[in-house]
């Protein structure tokens, strides 16, 4: 059964910072999920990414599938950014119906 | 954009009662999901469902829980009798694929008193 450790658990930064969090997970997978979470608790996906690098406007996801290792970066960080982030991966393998195992979440804010 | 829709959006019940959480997944998706975010706490797989039967489910998923597709569009997820410790957020998700990105709705918030 995968385990997801996320750091930092909490990041506070100033508008305009280049942001870095990351993410390990313990059993081989096929794919990794970037969420995130506002306030209101809704969570939406950001990036889902099985290699190399996925970007989306000023996000940017990579994966080392070979550490288990994954980073969310956010360039030129805005305070509408402030959200908690979250990394998930497959249960197990990442085959069928496979649930996901969640971080704990970095809980992100970015000051004007 | 599609989305995923889950009622109501707020719930309080009390303890011994039962609740149906209700969500419509997206029209052309086949897999489903629920998860629960106790508060403060990270979120946590409860079943998933495919193909009118439950796929995979976690330790969390006891008898107390059961969840049906009653017709070709909800996704229910029923607790029997509800504990105050089943107080959460209970989010739905659909995927076309298995392990294909998942989109959630903005959950129902279970209060138990």
């Known amino acids: 059964k995968n385990e997801v450790e996320q750091s930092p658990q909490n990041l506070t930064a100033q508008e305009g910072e280049f942001i870095t969090i990351n993410c390990s997970y313990s059993v081989g997978i096929s794919a990794l999920h970037w969420l995130q979470q506002h306030p209101g608790g809704g969570i939406v996906s950001l990036f889902m990414l099985s290699s190399g690098k996925k970007k989306h406007g000023r996000l940017i996801a990579t994966i080392n599938i070979q550490e288990k290792h994954s980073s969310l970066h956010i360039t030129a960080s805005h305070p509408r950014d402030s959200a908690v982030y979250i990394c998930?991966?497959?249960?197990?393998?990442?085959?069928?119906?496979?649930?996901?195992?969640f971080g704990k979440g970095t809980h992100l804010i970015i000051q004007p | 954009e599609p989305e995923v829709t889950q009622t109501p959006s707020h719930q309080v019940t009390q303890m011994g009662q039962e609740v149906i959480l209700r969500c419509v997944p997206i029209s052309n998706h086949l897999y489903f999901y629920w998860y629960r975010q106790i508060l403060g706490q990270k979120v946590e797989f409860l079943v998933s469902f495919y193909n009118n039967e439950i796929s995979e489910k976690s330790e969390i998923f006891d008898d107390q829980f059961s969840v049906e597709r009653p017709d070709g569009s909800n996704f229910t997820l029923k607790i029997r009798s509800t504990k105050l410790e089943d107080s959460a957020m209970y989010f739905c998700?659909?995927?076309?694929?298995?392990?294909?990105?998942?989109?959630f709705g903005q959950g129902t918030r279970l209060t138990v008193v």
């Open positions: 998700a659909s995927s076309v694929e298995g392990n294909t990105e998942a989109f």
């Open positions: 998930a991966a497959p249960l197990y393998s990442g085959g069928g119906a496979d649930g996901l195992t």
